[in-house]
């Protein structure tokens, strides 16, 4: 008479929890180190002190140093290192309004829908879980999110009150479909990167004149007021919704 077959060892499973988290540890130890060692290359002086070398490496590698844009920017995005706004304005002062928005809003996507991925099958897809089989409030709130996803998200990414490494990780944590997630990213920061794009793109003619830019001017009506409007039309269908809820 043979064996039975063993059944799975607790230490197995244990092992493959730790490998579904590796990647946001990853992510989080990564973020510490560039945080602690290369922050201060993400400053407006830095660039305008490597901007003719920028210039002079696009004309002459323009495929290989858009790819490398990209890559770099998706990463910034990934370990979540304060003054992705100066890649930002950096896509804008070195390729243009065009295609320099279209290289903004791909690299910010991809590095965001990274970070929701290692999110969800870290941590994200377990606490979900958990929040549903518990009940209560919390399990109300995510049940709600989830019912006002769309809305939800774009106003999250249209009005960034909430930081935007926190906005790739609440939708990881309640559940919110990967496609979903990554529509309503792409669509919801469309409108600031137009605007840091534009800006980015007259960054050049501000180092010719020796002066050193800022982004005081985000903060003016001209600026604040369209993202605002565009917020809270994203939120008007949630709004309407709780209005009638409550009138009932």
Do not use: C
Request: charged share 15%; glycine share 8%; proline share 6%.
């Amino acid at each position: 008479m043979t064996d039975p077959t063993p059944e799975p060892s607790a230490p197995q499973s244990d092992f493959s929890r730790l490998l579904r988290r590796l990647p946001i540890f990853a992510i989080l130890a990564a973020g510490i180190f560039a945080l602690v060692y290369y922050r201060h290359m993400l400053s407006f002086s830095n660039l305008e002190h490597e901007s003719k070398r920028l210039l002079a490496l696009r004309d002459a590698h323009y495929g290989l140093t858009s790819l490398g844009f990209i890559a770099i920017y998706a990463l910034v995005v990934v370990i979540s290192v304060p003054g992705a706004i100066i890649l930002t304005l950096s896509g804008g002062f070195l390729f243009g309004f065009f295609p320099g928005v279209v290289y903004n809003v791909a690299a910010a996507t991809i590095g965001a829908v990274i970070v929701f991925m290692a999110a969800r099958s870290g941590f994200g897809h377990d606490i979900a879980e958990r929040i549903e089989a518990r009940g209560g409030a919390v399990a109300r709130l995510q049940a709600a999110l989830k019912e006002n996803e769309w809305s939800v998200l774009l106003t999250m990414r249209l009005i960034p009150v909430v930081p935007f490494f926190i906005a790739n990780l609440i939708p990881a944590f309640v559940g919110i479909r990967l496609s979903t997630f990554a529509i309503t990213t792409f669509l919801g920061i469309i409108p600031a990167d137009l605007i840091y794009t534009t800006l980015g793109a007259g960054l050049g003619e501000i180092f010719a004149r020796g002066e050193v830019p800022h982004l005081d001017i985000l903060f003016t009506p001209k600026f604040g007021l369209p993202l605002v409007g565009l917020g809270l039309l994203a939120a008007l269908p949630l709004i309407l919704k709780l209005f009638n809820r409550r009138k009932v």
